[in-house]
C-alpha cells in the first residue's frame, strides 16, 4: 500500500490527540491535511511518509516532545518548500512550541512569515534569535533588513555593522548599509558601499539601481544612466544554510530545476543534463530549462545535441536574448561566424544595452570581415563610460585585426599591466600582443607572449593552435608537434583537419614518422592532401618499419588521377622508386623536370634537388626523406 492512502486515518487520529500534545501543556493546533492536487507523484509520497511518522509519533505514548518537534518541524520544512503558505507556520510553530531550544524551528518560521508579510511575528521571533545566536549571519541580516523597512534605521545598521564585523565579505550587509547611507543623504558613502557589494557579488546587478540614485543626487546624471542599464534585477545574497538545506528535499519540478542548476555550478555537466532531461519532462515548454540544457550539453561534448537544445529555447520564444547569444557564442566556436552572427545580432537588437553581448557582436563583426564598423560598435561603448575590461581587451584585438599594430600593442601591454588583472584578461591580451609580435617579424617576442596566454589560460585551443605556428616557424617542430595535440582536444575555430595536417607535416620534420604515418592514415575527411602526404612518406620515410612501398604507390596513382601536379608527380616517382620500378621513377622524373623547365620553375634550390633526386633514381636508390628542411 502507498504511504498517502495510510493519511486520512492516522490523520484523524492526529487531530483527536493533537490538541493534548504539548511541551508546556499548551495545545498545540490541529494540523490539517493538505491538498494534493497538481502535485508530482514523487511529490505526494513525500509529504505522505512525513505525515505519517508524525502521526505515528503522536500516537505513540513513549515519544518524546523532542521527537514529535522533529517530525512537525521536518513536515514544516516540506510545506514550506512547497508553498503550503497555510500549513507551513502551524507546523513549524508546533516544533518550536515543543523543542524551545532548537531554533532552526523558528528561525523557519520567521523566514516563512517574512515572505507572508506577517512583520510582527517575524520581529519577535528575529529579536530572540539574534541574542541567542549574535554570530549568525543570516539572521543579524534578515533582522537587519526588516528594521530597515521598519524605518528603524540606527538599529538596523546595529545588525549589518556587527555582520560586518564578523566576515567583512558579507556582501548583503554591506549593501545594507549602503542602503542606510543613501537614505541619510551620505551620496559618496554609498556609492562606495555599493561599489564594494557588486565587486564581491558581481550577480547582484539589482544594486546598480540605488547606486544610480545616488549618483544622480550628486548631480552625476550620465553616471545614473549608465548604472541603470547594467540593472538586471539580480539579487544580492547572503549565507542562510537553514534556508538553503530545504533545497535538498525539494522533489517538485522546481526542485529538479534547482538540483540541475547546482550541478552545473559544480561542474558536473553531464548529470546536470540528465537532470535538465528529466525536468523538462514536467515543463517542456520552459525556455530556460532548454537553454541550460544546451549549455550542459555542450560542455559535455555533445555539440549537436547542444545546439538542437537551444534552438527549442529560441522556438519557444524568440526574443529569448540568452537563447541567441548562448547559441551564437556555441556556432562561432565551431568556426560558423556567418550563424554566430545572426544570432549575436538578434541577441543585440532585444537587449541593445547589455555590455558583453553588444561586444561579443562587434568581435564578430570584425571576424565576418568589418573590422572598421567593429571597432566604430566598440568605441561607441566606450563613449558612454563603459569601461569593462573585455571591452577594452576586444578592441585591442580588433585594432589588431586592422593591422593598427602599435595602437593594438599599447592596448594589450596596458591591459596587462593593470594591477588584479583576471588570468582569461591577461592570456587574451598576452595573445593579442603576440599576433602584433608575429605580424612584425619579432619570432623571439611573439612566442614570449604566446607561451605567456596559454599558460595562463591552457583551456584555450586557439591559443595553443597560435603558439604551435609560431614554434614551428621558430623550428621547434616536435614542441609544436606536441601542442598542436593538445589544441585538438580543445574547442577553437581553427578547423581540425588543418590542425591535423599541421601536426603531421610537425611530426615530420621533427623525424617522429611513427605518429605521423598515424595521424595521416586516422584522417577521415581531410581528402586529397592526406593522402599524398601519407604516399610521399610511405614511399621515402628513413625508418624501415614505416615505409610500405606499394600502399605508397596506390596512394600516389589515386593522388595523381584526382590532380595532377608536379608535387603529385614527384611522389608518385619517389612511389615507383621504393618498388624498384627505377627506370619508371627516371621516366617520370625526367617529364615533371621537362615541365617545369616549360613553366619556368626550372631555378633555384627546389629544380637542383629534382635533379639530384633524378640522379639518385638513374643509380638505382630511392629517396631516403619525405621532405627537404
Not at 555539440?303 to 527549442?312: N, P, S, V
Request: proline share 4%; aromatic share 6%.
Amino acid at each position: 500500500m502507498r504511504l498517502r492512502a495510510l493519511v486520512p486515518a492516522l490523520a484523524a487520529f492526529s487531530v483527536a490527540v493533537s490538541a493534548g500534545l504539548s511541551a508546556q501543556d499548551e495545545p498545540l493546533v490541529a494540523l490539517p491535511l493538505p491538498s494534493m492536487e497538481g502535485q508530482l507523484d514523487r511529490v505526494r509520497d513525500q509529504l505522505a511518509e512525513a505525515r505519517a511518522e508524525l502521526d505515528g509519533s503522536l500516537a505513540n505514548p513513549q515519544s518524546s516532545a523532542r521527537e514529535r518537534a522533529g517530525f512537525y518541524g521536518h513536515l514544516g520544512r516540506l510545506y514550506f518548500l512547497y508553498d503550503f503558505s497555510n500549513l507551513a507556520p502551524i507546523a513549524l510553530r508546533n516544533a518550536a512550541q515543543l523543542d524551545p531550544d532548537n531554533v532552526e524551528w523558528r528561525y523557519l518560521l520567521a523566514a516563512h512569515q517574512t515572505f507572508e508579510g506577517e512583520v510582527a511575528e517575524v520581529e519577535a521571533l528575529l529579536e530572540r534569535l539574534v541574542v541567542e545566536r549574535p554570530r549568525d549571519i543570516a539572521v543579524r541580516v534578515r533582522y537587519g533588513d526588516l528594521l530597515q523597512e521598519s524605518g528603524r534605521f540606527d538599529e538596523a545598521r546595529e545588525q549589518y555593522e556587527a555582520a560586518v564585523a564578523q566576515t567583512p565579505t558579507t556582501a548583503a550587509a554591506i549593501a545594507g548599509i549602503a542602503r542606510l547611507d543613501r537614505e541619510a543623504g551620505r551620496h559618496e558613502d554609498a556609492i562606495r558601499g555599493f561599489e564594494r557589494a557588486i565587486e564581491l557579488q558581481p550577480s547582484a546587478d539589482s544594486l546598480y539601481h540605488p547606486m544610480a540614485l545616488s549618483h544622480r543626487a550628486l548631480g552625476n546624471v550620465d553616471e545614473a544612466r549608465r548604472l541603470v542599464q547594467l540593472n538586471k534585477h539580480g539579487r544580492v545574497a547572503f549565507p542562510d544554510p537553514l534556508l538553503e538545506a530545504l533545497a535538498d528535499l525539494n522533489l517538485s519540478v522546481e526542485g529538479l530545476f534547482h538540483e540541475a542548476a547546482s550541478a552545473m555550478r559544480r561542474g558536473e555537466m553531464e548529470r546536470a543534463a540528465g537532470l535538465y532531461r528529466q525536468y523538462l519532462e514536467g515543463s517542456p515548454e520552459d525556455r530556460v530549462g532548454h537553454h541550460n540544457l544546451g549549455v550542459s550539453l555542450l560542455a559535455s561534448g555533445d555539440w549537436e545535441g547542444g545546439k538542437a537544445a537551444l534552438r527549442r529555447a529560441i522556438e519557444i520564444d524568440p526574443d529569448y536574448r540568452g537563447g541567441h547569444f548562448s547559441l551564437g557564442s556555441a556556432l562561432a566556436e565551431e568556426g560558423d561566424l556567418e550563424g554566430a552572427f545572426v544570432h549575436y545580432e538578434r541577441a543585440h537588437e532585444i537587449d541593445p544595452y547589455d555590455v558583453g553581448i553588444h561586444t561579443e557582436w562587434a568581435v564578430l563583426l570584425a571576424k565576418r570581415g568589418e573590422p572598421e564598423r567593429a571597432l566604430r560598435e566598440l568605441e561607441s561603448l566606450l563613449e558612454r563610460g563603459v569601461e569593462e575590461l573585455f571591452v577594452l581587451l576586444k578592441r585591442a584585438s580588433v585594432l589588431s585585426l586592422l593591422g593598427r599594430s602599435r595602437e593594438a600593442l599599447e592596448a594589450a601591454e596596458a591591459l596587462i599591466a593593470i594591477n588584479g588583472v583576471g588570468p582569461k584578461t591577461a592570456a587574451e591580451a598576452h595573445y593579442v600582443a603576440a599576433g602584433v609580435h608575429s605580424r612584425s617579424g619579432r619570432l623571439e617576442e611573439a612566442l614570449a607572449s604566446s607561451r605567456l596566454a596559454v599558460e595562463l589560460d591552457d583551456k584555450a585551443g586557439e591559443y595553443k593552435a597560435s603558439l604551435a605556428r609560431m614554434l614551428g616557424q621558430a623550428g621547434q617542430f616536435s614542441e609544436a608537434a606536441d601542442m598542436l595535440a593538445e589544441a585538438l582536444e580543445l574547442p577553437q575555430q581553427v578547423p581540425l583537419e588543418e590542425l591535423r595536417f599541421a601536426r603531421a607535416t610537425a611530426l615530420i620534420l621533427s623525424e617522429r614518422y611513427l605518429e605521423a604515418r598515424d595521424v595521416l592514415e586516422g584522417a577521415r575527411t581531410g581528402g586529397l592532401q592526406f593522402e599524398h602526404a601519407l604516399a610521399r612518406l610511405l614511399a621515402t620515410c628513413p625508418e624501415d618499419s614505416v615505409r610500405n612501398g606499394s600502399r605508397a604507390l596506390e596512394l600516389a596513382q589515386k593522388v595523381m588521377q584526382a590532380r595532377l601536379t608536379l608535387q603529385h608527380a614527384e611522389t608518385m616517382a619517389m612511389a615507383l622508386a621504393e618498388v624498384g620500378r627505377f627506370e619508371d621513377a627516371v621516366g617520370l622524373q625526367q617529364q615533371l623536370i621537362g615541365q617545369a623547365e616549360r613553366m619556368g620553375q626550372a631555378r633555384g634550390s627546389e629544380h637542383a634537388y629534382r635533379l639530384q633526386v633524378l640522379d639518385s633514381y638513374r643509380n638505382a636508390r630511392p629517396v631516403r626523406a619525405p621532405w627537404r628542411q
